[in-house]
């Protein structure tokens, strides 16, 4: 058991749309991630996506609607709904995956995650 600091664990990185893997929940991956510029549309078929903005402001395109998300907020993405966070400004953002879902749903698109 120990304690995590988010902040010191962002401050590793400077990349975006690459997840950093700083913990394991149950059969879940708690990871941070910096966001800039736009994500791909994708899907996961089977788990919901999570969001938890830590700081700066995010949208959520879903099919033909956008979210803004901002920092203290969460979002989930519905397992099979088409979606793409974006950001125009860096945002830093914490997710909950199950262990070994890649970040776009398919593993040949996927961001490898890294742990920190």
């Known amino acids: ?15 975006h749309w690459d997840p950093h893997v700083i913990a394991d929940y149950n059969d879940n991956e ?32 879903i099919e033909d609607r956008s979210h803004p998300v901002t920092a203290g907020e969460l979002f989930i993405v519905p397992k099979g709904v088409t979606h793409r966070p974006r950001a125009e400004q860096e945002c830093k ?20 995650k890294t742990r920190i």
């Open 30 to 61: 708690v990871m941070v991630v910096r966001f800039q510029g736009e994500f791909p549309f994708h899907l996961h078929e089977e788990t919901d996506d999570f969001f938890l903005v830590l700081e700066g402001d995010m949208v959520m395109d």
């Open 1 to 15: 058991m120990k304690t995590i600091n988010l902040a010191e664990k962002l401050g590793q990185f400077t990349s």
């Open 93 to 112: 953002v914490l997710l909950i995956e199950p262990k070994g879902e890649p970040n776009t749903g398919d593993p040949a698109t996927a961001v490898p």
